[in-house]
C-alpha cells in the first residue's frame, strides 16, 4: 500500500486509463497547461500530449457536446468539470444528449463519457458555487452517478467509470482533494453500483455519501464513547443505488439516518426514506430521520454557513432522536 | 466533384420525387392517426439534400441534424420501409420504435440523429469530426439545423471550438424563412445568416438552397477544405418549406401566395424542365418514374402497417449497455 493525496488518486485513475485505451481523452477548462484548476491532472500534459489532455475555453455547453459527439465516432471521453456548479450551462448536453442516445438511437449508439468535477459546497463560496445537484442528475435514466469520500474508493470506481459504456457523473470535492488515503501499489477496480459499510454496527444505520460521510464518522466516534454503535453505509454510486445493502442494515439495526449535502426536497435522502418504509416497515422502530441542508441558497457569512450546513452534532441528534435518547 | 450528368439529374428527380411523397404519406397517415407525437416534414428543402449527397463521399462523410430529419437517412442509404416503421412506434424501425419522428438513426449508413432539442445537435456534430479528426479518419460531418438555431449559444460555442480545433465539419443552416411561427426578421437585427461565420474568421456564405446544382457546387468545396485540413465552413441555404413547421402548424404567419411564389422555384419542377429541355427523358419516363415511386411509397406504408409492435421488455433494453441494469419497480 501507498499513501497518497485525493488529486493523485483521481490522476492516477486517469494516467493509468489513457496508458490502456488510446480513445480516453480528458478535456476541459484548465486541465492541460495549469495542471488542473486542483491539480488533479498534474503532469498528464506531459505524458499525453495536447492531443489527449485537451484545454478549452470556458465553454462548458460547446465541449460537452463535442465529447458527447464523439463517442459516436469510437472515443471515451473524459470532461473535467472545475465545478459541477458550471455543468448547468452545459446540462442540456448531459441530460439530453448524453442520457438519451443510446435509446433513442435504438441501441446502435452507446456514450462512454465521464463527467468529473467537484460537487456541493466548499467553504464560503455563496450561493452559486455550493450547489449539489447528485439528485438532479440521478433522477435521469441513462446516466450513472458516482460520489467517493476516499481516495481509495475515488481510484477504483473513476477507473471503472472510464471503463463503462454509460455515462457516468462523477462527483469530487474541493475540500476531499488533499485527503490522504493508502491504495495498493497495483492496479485494482471498485464496481459500480456497490455500497460499502464503512464501519459496522448494531443499533443505527446511518447512509451517506461524498465528502460529508466525514461528519457520520465523527458523530459515530462520539456516539460510540456513550456506548451507542453505528453502522455507516457509504453509498459510493447514487445511480444504480445499492438499495439491498440498505435494506439489509436496517433490517439489522432497525433505525435508520440519512446524511447529505443537499437541499431537502426530492434529494437522494427521500429516495431511500421511500425505499426503506417500503421494504423494511415492519423492522422500523422509529420514523426515518434525514439531515440535509437548510431549505435556502448557500449563505456566505460564516454563521449562517454553519447553519446552513449539515455537522456532526446535527448526526449525533438524529441518531439520538430515533433511538428516543 | 463527380460531374452531373443525367444520369445524376433523374437520380435527383426520382429521390427527390420519393422524399416529397413519402412525406406527403406521413402528413396523410398522421391524419389518420397511425402516426403521432409531431411532425415535421421537408416538403420543399429537398435540393439541399440532394445537392448535399452528391459532393458528399457515403462511403465516409457524415450527417447529423435536427428533428425535420425523416428522408436524409433514406438519402444515405437506410431502408425507407425502416424510417417509415419507425414513425408507426414498430419494432422494425430504424430504433425499434424508441425515437420516432425526431430522432432517426443510422449507424451503418453514418446518420447521426434526428435530435429534438433545437440547436442541440450543432456541438454533436463537430464532436463527431472531433472523433474522426482524433482517429485520423478523413470523413467530413455535415452539421445541419434550421435558422431558428442559429440564435441559439450552442451554435457560437461549437463555432468557436470548431476552429480553434480546426475540426472536418460543414455546418449547414437550411433558412427556410421560420422558426417555427417566428420569420428570420424577427429572430434577429441581421438576416444574413451566413455572416455569423465571419466573427470567428469561418469560411460562410450564402447559397441557393432550391437548386441541387448550386448546392451540390457549394458543399463539394465546404467539404474539400475540410477533408484537405482546411477546417469548418458555414454555408446558409436559402430554402423554403411548404408545410407548417409541424402538422399543427396553421400558418397565419405567411401568406398563401407566399408559399406559391416560392412554388414556382420548385426543386422538383426546376429538375424535372431541365430533363424534359435537354431531353434526358421524355413525358413517358417520367410517369414511369412517378408510377415507381408511388409504388415504394406504398410499399413503406405496408411494411409499416404488417410490422409488429415492440415487446414491453423493450423499454428496458435500450437505456444501458449495462445488460443488468436494476432499474426502479415502477408498476405493482
Known amino acids: ?325 | 466533384m463527380q460531374k452531373i450528368t443525367k444520369e445524376v439529374y433523374l437520380k435527383w428527380y426520382e429521390d427527390m420525387l420519393f422524399w416529397r411523397k413519402f412525406e406527403d404519406k406521413l402528413a396523410a397517415v398522421y391524419i389518420q392517426q397511425k402516426v403521432r407525437g409531431f411532425l415535421h416534414l421537408y416538403n420543399g428543402q429537398e435540393a439541399v439534400l440532394a445537392g448535399a449527397l452528391h459532393a458528399m463521399d457515403l462511403t465516409k462523410d457524415k450527417m447529423i441534424t435536427a428533428y425535420r430529419n425523416h428522408v436524409q437517412p433514406i438519402g444515405m442509404g437506410v431502408d425507407p420501409n425502416r424510417v417509415m416503421a419507425e414513425l408507426y412506434g414498430k419494432v422494425t424501425g430504424t430504433s425499434h420504435g424508441m425515437g420516432g419522428s425526431m430522432h432517426i438513426f443510422s449507424k451503418e449508413f453514418r446518420f447521426y440523429g434526428g435530435h429534438g432539442i433545437v440547436g442541440g445537435q450543432i456541438p454533436l456534430g463537430a464532436g463527431i469530426a472531433f472523433g474522426d479528426k482524433y482517429h485520423g479518419v478523413d470523413g467530413v460531418t455535415l452539421c445541419c439545423f434550421g435558422d431558428g438555431a442559429a440564435r441559439q449559444g450552442s451554435l457560437h460555442e461549437t463555432f468557436n471550438l470548431a476552429m480553434l480545433w480546426n475540426l472536418p465539419v460543414v455546418f449547414v443552416c437550411e433558412n427556410n424563412g421560420y422558426a417555427m411561427g417566428t420569420s428570420v426578421e424577427r429572430t434577429a437585427n441581421h438576416t444574413e445568416i451566413w455572416k455569423l461565420g465571419l466573427g470567428y474568421d469561418m469560411p460562410c456564405g450564402p447559397v441557393d438552397g432550391m437548386n441541387p446544382v448550386k448546392v451540390a457546387e457549394a458543399f463539394d468545396e465546404a467539404i474539400t477544405r475540410a477533408r484537405t485540413g482546411g477546417g469548418p465552413t458555414f454555408l446558409e441555404l436559402k430554402t423554403y418549406r411548404y408545410r407548417g413547421h409541424s402538422m399543427s402548424d396553421a400558418q397565419h404567419y405567411r401568406t398563401k401566395s407566399e408559399v406559391e411564389e416560392y412554388k414556382k422555384i420548385d426543386p422538383i419542377t426546376q429538375v424535372k424542365e431541365i430533363i424534359l429541355d435537354k431531353k434526358y427523358a421524355s413525358e413517358e419516363d417520367i410517369k414511369v418514374i412517378d408510377k415507381r415511386v408511388k409504388e415504394r411509397v406504398a410499399e413503406c406504408e405496408k411494411f409499416a402497417e404488417e410490422s409488429p409492435f415492440p415487446e414491453k421488455q423493450q423499454l428496458y433494453d435500450m437505456v444501458y449497455e449495462q445488460e443488468d441494469y436494476p432499474f426502479i419497480q415502477h408498476k405493482l
Not at chain 1, 480513445?23 to 497547461?33: D, K, Q, R
Not at chain 1, 467509470?161 to 488533499?178: K, L, N, T, W
Open chain 1, 1 to 325: 500500500m501507498k499513501t497518497i493525496q485525493f488529486r493523485e488518486a483521481i490522476c492516477e485513475a486517469m494516467s493509468e486509463e489513457m496508458r490502456r485505451d488510446e480513445s480516453v481523452y480528458l478535456m476541459g477548462e484548465e486541465v492541460a497547461e495549469y495542471n488542473g484548476a486542483y491539480k488533479a491532472s498534474k503532469g498528464m500534459l506531459d505524458e499525453f500530449g495536447a492531443k489527449r489532455v485537451i484545454d478549452t475555453p470556458i465553454a462548458e455547453l460547446g465541449f460537452a457536446g463535442i465529447a458527447i459527439g464523439s463517442t459516436m465516432t469510437g472515443n471515451r471521453p473524459i470532461v473535467e468539470y472545475m465545478t459541477f456548479n458550471f455543468s448547468l450551462v452545459g446540462i442540456d448536453q448531459i441530460i439530453s444528449n448524453a442520457a438519451k442516445i443510446r435509446q433513442m438511437s435504438g441501441g446502435q449508439f452507446k456514450c462512454p463519457i465521464v463527467f468529473r468535477g467537484p460537487t456541493a459546497s466548499a467553504g464560503q463560496l455563496g450561493a452559486t458555487h455550493s450547489q449539489a445537484f447528485e439528485s438532479w442528475f440521478a433522477n435521469t435514466p441513462g446516466l450513472k452517478v458516482v460520489v467517493p469520500s476516499n481516495p481509495y474508493d475515488a481510484k477504483g470506481l473513476l477507473k471503472a467509470a472510464i471503463r463503462d459504456d454509460d455515462p457516468v457523473i462523477f462527483m469530487e470535492s474541493e475540500q476531499m482533494y488533499g485527503d490522504k488515503g493508502e491504495v495498493p501499489e497495483g492496479e485494482y477496480i471498485i464496481p459500480l453500483g456497490v455500497a460499502d459499510i464503512k464501519r459496522e454496527g448494531t443499533d443505527v444505520t446511518i447512509v451517506s455519501f461524498g465528502k460529508i460521510i466525514k461528519e457520520a464518522y465523527k458523530a459515530a466516534d462520539e456516539l460510540e464513547k456513550e456506548g451507542i454503535s453505528c453502522e455507516i453505509i457509504d453509498l459510493r454510486t447514487v445511480r444504480p443505488m445499492d438499495r439491498k445493502a440498505i435494506v439489509e442494515s436496517v433490517k439489522k439495526t432497525n433505525r435508520l439516518v440519512v446524511l447529505e449535502e443537499a437541499w431537502p426536497f426530492g434529494n437522494v435522502a427521500t429516495e431511500i426514506t421511500y425505499l426503506i418504509q417500503s421494504e423494511a416497515f415492519d423492522y422500523l422502530d422509529a420514523p426515518v430521520v434525514r439531515i440535509n441542508t437548510a431549505d435556502t441558497p448557500a449563505p456566505y457569512s460564516p454563521v449562517l454557513l454553519e447553519e446552513w450546513l449539515p455537522n456532526h452534532e446535527d448526526v449525533i441528534k438524529a441518531v439520538k432522536k430515533v433511538l428516543y435518547k
